[in-house]
Nanobody
Framework: QVQLVESGGGLVQAGGSLRLSCAASGGTFSTYAMGWFRQAPGKEREFVTTINWSGASTSYTASVKGRFTIFRDNAKNTVYLQMNSLKPEDTAVYYC??????????????????WGQGTQVTVSS
């Protein structure tokens, strides 16, 4: 049973930074593609960023490019999301997701096999 547990969310002022972590257990993390999605109140869950199993390939949604960075530590079974220059529109619940056999770039919710419970990020203006 694969479990993903996010941490690091919180309240931050606009322009500030947060680092989210997602720790995986129960599976072979080093073979998974990992992604971050977010869901704001009243909106659909949307893709934010993804990283392949090795960390060599990443992709970002346009609104976070240049501000957010995804990276992973396979020795620690953890993927991170460094968020800088945060804006109020980044306010959402952020979800970590994992996909088996993850050598590619995956941007759809249906691409992923495992999900975390989410962590709240609130950016005040």
């Amino acid at each position: 049973q694969v479990q993903l547990v996010e941490s690091g969310g919180g309240l931050v002022q606009a322009g500030g930074s947060l680092r989210l972590s997602c720790a995986a257990s129960g599976g072979t993390f080093s073979t998974y593609a990992m992604g971050w999605f977010r869901q704001a109140p009243g909106k659909e869950r949307e893709f934010v960023t993804t990283i392949n199993w090795s960390g060599a390939s990443t992709s970002y949604t346009a609104s976070v490019k240049g501000r957010f960075t995804i990276f992973r530590d396979n020795a620690k079974n953890t993927v991170y999301l460094q968020m800088n220059s945060l804006k109020p529109e980044d306010t959402a619940v952020y979800y970590c997701a994992g996909r088996r056999n993850g050598n590619g770039i995956y941007t759809r919710r249906s691409d992923y096999d495992y999900w975390g419970q989410g962590t709240q990020v609130t950016v005040s203006s």
